[in-house]
């Protein structure tokens, strides 16, 4: 490495899959990979508040106790107020996006950790999901009645062509947006982080008189990381805040 | 490992397959979206079957609990306040009857007093008119006595002047007229 350019900082390398546990199904890789792992750990962390919530104990609640319930409420109260009362029945499934996404966000904002939800094909997996979980329910719940979501109320007749045309394509660009929102997101904050970071293992690197300017760079790294610890759970907020605004789509069709 | 992904790296530049960005490298999505549906799975189905359930029963039971317990600290409370309320009244009612016993007392005194002096007054009334009856005949005697005393004097005065003794039934008659 040469000393004038500093040490190589790389700042897509974090975001890099590698097997752990190599396993091939026919010919596919299906290795367990630092990604798979990731997931296995925020859904271990997940159940284990989850889980500590569930016990119950005495009637004063604990620290972590207080955490599944706050969640607990928190999410009862989106899905609520988003969906309805109707919509409860799909309270396990945000609550499980909700903690599945921030718990992922929060332990790879752990320095040398991997964050799962950097990867565009889990988040893309999570708003298919819940697409498919729209458009399925929609059509059981009101059959054709559910094609209502696209012809809005109350529109003259003469642009409710170009207005269907535009309900569809933001309907079927649903999840593009609401898995890309999340994955830029994360990526942009790791990146930027990792770049910070990068500057003040450089200015330190290259000697003493720019050591003391390394102080600049690392508390704008300070400053990013508790914005990225904000992000994480705006992040989380906003995916489980807009499953539930799809839900209710699907729950009443014509009702907006 | 490292040369692994180094081989990966070389090849994402040559091949369609791979890529440089690590997130768009579409050689791991199977394993990805294997081990996502497997965690994400397996946290719906612990989540809706086993915590959620039972962390809704725990806050239900706590909200029931503490909605019981206020409203036994209410029932407490209304029973306090009756009792507060019932001692209230029997002191009210204490005072009361303290108040017309004292009413009573005095009534009693002031009329016994007022009999007293009553009796007192008409005794005195009595005496004042025995004392009275008893000066009045103190007063006619003297009287008496007076016409007397001026009989004789005017029967002297008349036997002085005329020389002769006055005749007592006409100086009786002249003293009775001035008198």
């Known amino acids: 490495m040469a000393s004038e350019s500093g040490p190589a900082i790389n700042p897509i390398e974090q975001f890099s899959i590698h097997p752990v546990v190599p396993i091939s199904i026919a010919g596919h890789d299906f290795s367990l990979t630092n990604s798979g792992l990731y997931m296995l750990l925020a859904v271990a962390v997940s159940c284990l508040i989850a889980a500590i919530g569930a016990r119950g104990g005495s009637g004063v609640p604990g620290r972590l106790q207080s955490l599944a319930e706050m969640g607990y409420e928190f999410i009862a109260g989106m899905v609520r107020s988003a969906a309805g009362e109707h919509g409860m029945r799909f309270f396990p499934l945000v609550f499980s996006i909700f903690f599945f996404i921030l718990i992922c966000n929060v332990v790879g904002l752990v320095p040398y950790t991997f964050t799962v939800t950097s990867q565009i094909v889990i988040t893309a997996a999570l708003a298919l999901l819940v697409f498919f979980t729209v458009v399925i329910i929609g059509i059981a719940e009101h059959g054709m009645g559910f094609f209502k979501l696209f012809v809005p109320s109350g529109v003259p007749i003469y642009i409710l062509p170009l207005v269907v045309a535009i309900e569809i394509i933001s309907f079927l660009s649903r999840p593009l947006s609401h898995s890309v929102r999340l994955f830029a997101n994360m990526l942009a904050g790791h990146i930027t982080l990792n770049v910070f970071g990068g500057f003040v293992v450089m200015l330190l690197g290259a000697g003493a008189a720019t050591g003391v300017l390394a102080i600049l760079p690392f508390a704008m790294t300070i400053g990013l990381y508790a914005l990225e610890l904000l992000v994480a759970f705006l992040q989380a907020y906003v995916f489980a805040m807009l499953t539930c605004m799809y839900l209710n789509d699907a729950l009443h069709p014509g009702g907006h | ?179």
């Open chain 2, 1 to 179: 490992m490292a040369q692994l992904e180094k081989t990966n790296t070389e090849v994402g530049k040559e091949g369609g397959n791979h890529s440089n960005f690590p997130p768009f490298d579409t050689s791991t999505f199977p394993s990805q979206i294997l081990w996502f549906i497997i965690a994400f799975g397996f946290l719906y189905w612990f989540m809706s079957k086993r915590a959620l359930p039972q962390i809704g029963k725990v806050i239900e039971d706590r909200k029931a609990r503490i909605a019981r317990d206020l409203d036994d600290a209410t029932a407490m409370q209304q029973k306090a306040d009756a009792a507060a309320a019932a001692h209230e009244k029997t002191l009210a009612e204490a005072r009361a009857n303290a108040q017309a016993l004292a009413q009573a007392a005095r009534d009693h005194a002031t009329a016994e007093t007022d009999a007293r002096r009553k009796t007192a007054d008409a005794e005195i009334a009595a005496k004042i008119a025995e004392a009275e009856k008893q000066i009045g005949a103190t007063r006619k005697q003297a009287m008496s006595n007076v016409a007397d005393i001026a009989r004789d004097a005017a029967g002297a005065i008349v036997e002085r002047l005329g020389g002769r003794p006055a005749d007592p039934a006409a100086v009786k008659a002249a003293v009775d007229r001035v008198a």
